[in-house]
Nanobody
Framework: QVQLVESGGGLVQAGGSLRLSCAAS????????MGWFRRVVAKDHEFVAS????????FYADSVKGRFIISKENNNNTVYLQMNDLEPEDTAIYYC????????????????WGQGTQVTVYS
């Protein structure tokens, strides 16, 4: 099993920045892809960004491209989501996810999920 713990959410004014962290742990970590999704009430999870475990490949949703940056720190099994120029539409619960396969943006391709961290952007 893989445990994912997110941190870094909070309340920020539009135009501001936040950085989310996701620490992965568990016996014999065998992860190929890490990703971030977000969810608002009454809607399904929306893909935000993903990155390969080596950090070599990353993908972004069009809605965040140019504003968000996903990165991977290999020495402590942590993935970050740097969110810049935040908009009220970015308000959601953000979830970290891990996959043992090579996936880009498919929610059903991710095997493990964190508990989520709330991000609220006010205008």
């Amino acid at each position: 099993q893989v445990q994912l713990v997110e941190s870094g959410g909070g309340l920020v004014q539009a135009g501001g920045s936040l950085r989310l962290s996701c620490a992965a742990s568990g016996p014999g970590l065998r992860i190929y892809t890490m990703g971030w999704f977000r969810r608002v009430v009454a809607k399904d999870h929306e893909f935000v960004a993903s990155i390969s475990w080596t950090g070599a490949t990353s993908f972004y949703a069009d809605s965040v491209k140019g504003r968000f940056i996903i990165s991977k720190e290999n020495n402590n099994n942590t993935v970050y989501l740097q969110m810049n120029d935040l908009e009220p539409e970015d308000t959601a619960i953000y979830y970290c996810a891990a996959s043992r396969g090579k996936v880009a943006d498919r929610k059903d391709g991710f095997d493990f999920w964190g508990q989520g961290t709330q991000v609220t952007v006010y205008s």
